[in-house]
């Protein structure tokens, strides 16, 4: 993350994030600051107050959460051929049987891609060498009708301009209608993603309902 994401992350002044370099782990690269994610989100939980509840690790969260019942095979798309995130979230919105909350759908849509690419501008949801799972950056006040989870798999990598480097072709795309149930999803994802098993199946699918399958309880 750059100073900047970090910035609009924590909803803090640049000048307040490069006074937090120190304490703050950050590596200089050309001349510029940048930090890991996971350093950011260590030293949020160092903020937190004694008398605040502690949080559930994510292999925790993430072995009990469940996507399946979220997913639906009109929802699921193989081997699309776009190669750069915004296309392919775009395309992917425009496709999906989505429920929704207010109309008319083609207006109702726009808002949620809208709302998605404020997101990824923030910083890269591509958190995996082959997946992403980008969403909302203000899931209540998108029009959503329901939970759901739109499954892409791109036929070649997709540039998600990650400062790893990441060009995911598995790409999650997250409809909760709240911050938590969102957070969940990402959790139960990257407890997933802790072995090859799901990406190498996700990837050998042949069809929407097989995709499915790889999730099913």
């Known amino acids: 993350m750059s100073v900047s994401e970090v910035s609009n ?14 304490e703050l782990r950050a590596v200089r690269i050309g001349g510029r600051w ?27 969260i993430g072995s009990k959460v469940r996507l399946f019942s979220h997913m639906e095979e ?28 207010e109309g008319p759908e083609k207006d109702a849509k726009e808002r949620i891609y809208e709302s998605i690419m404020e997101r990824e501008a923030l910083c890269s ?3 995996h ?20 989870i739109i ?5 070649q990598p997709v540039e998600f301009h990650d400062i790893n480097g990441y ?18 999803w990402e959790a139960r994802l990257s407890f997933l993603l802790q072995g ?5 199946a996700v990837l050998s699918t042949k069809t929407p309902r097989e995709l499915c399958g790889v999730f099913k309880p």
Do not use: M
Request: hydrophobic share 45%; glycine share 2%; net charge positive.
């Open 9 to 22: 992350y924590l909803s803090l002044s640049a000048t307040s994030v490069y006074k937090l370099i120190g």
């Open 34 to 60: 940048h930090f890991r994610t996971s350093d950011v989100e260590q030293w949020l939980l160092k903020q937190r107050k004694a008398d605040e509840p502690q949080i559930e690790p994510v292999r925790e």
């Open 74 to 101: 009109a929802n699921v798309f193989l081997d699309v051929p776009d190669r750069d995130a915004a296309t392919l979230i775009r395309n992917a919105i425009r496709r999906a049987r989505l429920d929704l909350s």
């Open 125 to 127: 949801t591509a958190l």
């Open 129 to 148: 060498p082959n997946v992403a799972f980008p969403h909302p950056r203000d899931p209540e006040k998108c029009p959503f009708g329901a939970d759901q």
């Open 151 to 155: 499954v892409v798999r791109a036929a």
């Open 167 to 184: 060009c995911p072709r598995v790409v999650f795309i997250l409809l909760a209608r709240t911050v938590s149930l969102q957070l969940l």
């Open 196 to 200: 090859d098993d799901v990406v190498k």
